[in-house]
């Protein structure tokens, strides 16, 4: 079943234009779309706003780990004893290099995903830091061989023509 909020927005060429350029690069800039549109950077901003208000697409920041200098990424699976789980998870968090992190019911605990600019720098990662958080019992590392595919939608804008 379609969401109905989607048929109170009429796209026209300008949204579908924002909207296919975004598709190509997300991070093109408010004042490069308006020039590539030939509408001024303010159009851009209401649109951008109008469209995500209408459920339309949403416009998120998403940490980019290699443009950010990491190119090694491993998960890291904990298990926590002697200390309550949303407290060691809670200083996990605070570990810049700890890019995401997910708690479970039983062992193991909390599963991390940590990015490191070498593998020498995963290791002193996990070892001198994750390890050493008051009430991790274990750490099991599994280095990301090749990642394969990485994104995160919140509106699949795929099919242009579903939107209108």
Do not use: C, W
């Amino acid at each position: 079943m379609s969401d109905p909020s989607l048929n109170k927005y009429e796209l026209d060429s300008v949204d579908l234009g924002i909207i296919n350029r975004l598709r190509i690069d997300p991070r093109e800039t408010n004042r490069s779309l308006a020039q590539h549109l030939s509408v001024s950077e303010s159009t851009i901003g209401s649109r951008l706003q109008a469209m995500e208000n209408a459920n339309v697409m949403k416009v998120v920041a998403q940490r980019d780990f290699r443009a950010a200098g990491y190119e090694v990424l491993a998960n890291v699976v904990i298990n926590v004893a002697g200390r309550a789980l949303d407290e060691v998870a809670n200083d996990l968090a605070k570990i810049d290099e700890v890019g995401s992190l997910t708690l479970f019911i039983g062992d193991p605990s909390i599963m991390l995903l940590a990015m490191a600019g070498t593998l020498s720098n995963l290791n002193d990662l996990v070892t001198e830091r994750i390890a050493k958080v008051p009430g991790v019992r274990s750490v099991e590392t599994m280095v990301i061989a090749n990642v394969l595919k990485y994104e995160s939608e919140f509106v699949n804008i795929t099919d242009i023509d579903k939107l209108q």
